[in-house]
């Protein structure tokens, strides 16, 4: 019984090392490549773009986190890092990562956008507007999500004197790979 055993364990590494693959993946496979040791990295701004927009937030700003490892901490990688974590509801770092961005360069409307939906999260209308007015100056009018998030700030700016039984409830959506907007939920 033992022979028959060992004879077909046998029978099999003969038949995978004849493999036309041998022991190796095929292109095919289901399974991640190897590592190439003298490959080079992707960059992990793209990285973490493609995992915001896959919902992978936490992932997309240990990305983002590498990318300012490696390219330092420009206002794109700011406002990458900004945006990460306003996904991830961190609004005080959202909030401190896109006010350096801005001081960085500030003719860059996605951080001006991102930076007035957090000052809309945080309560503080009257600075959001004046934000969502600046993006949408630096943005010419073309963006639909920086108009949107205006109006509705204004909005909200000259209703604040409503009970707060009146209230209406927010969700922020993304559009595209960095930048939000603010809508009304349904009652």
Known sequence: MKLIHLGSVLSLIVLAACSSGGLGASDDSPYAPALDPRGEAVDGLLVGHRLMEAGEHDLALEAFTRAAGTRGMTSEVLTALGSANLALGRLNQSEKLLRRAIEAEGDWPEAWNNLGVVLIERGKIAEAV???????????????SIRDNLRLALAKL??????????????LVRR????????????
């Open 158 to 171: 000259e209703n604040s004197d409503y009970d707060e039984d009146l209230k209406q409830e927010y969700k």
């Open 130 to 144: 004046e934000v969502f007015r600046r993006a949408y100056a630096l943005d010419n009018g073309e963006s639909d």
């Open 176 to 187: 595209g790979s960095s930048v939000f907007l603010i809508v009304p939920t349904s009652g």
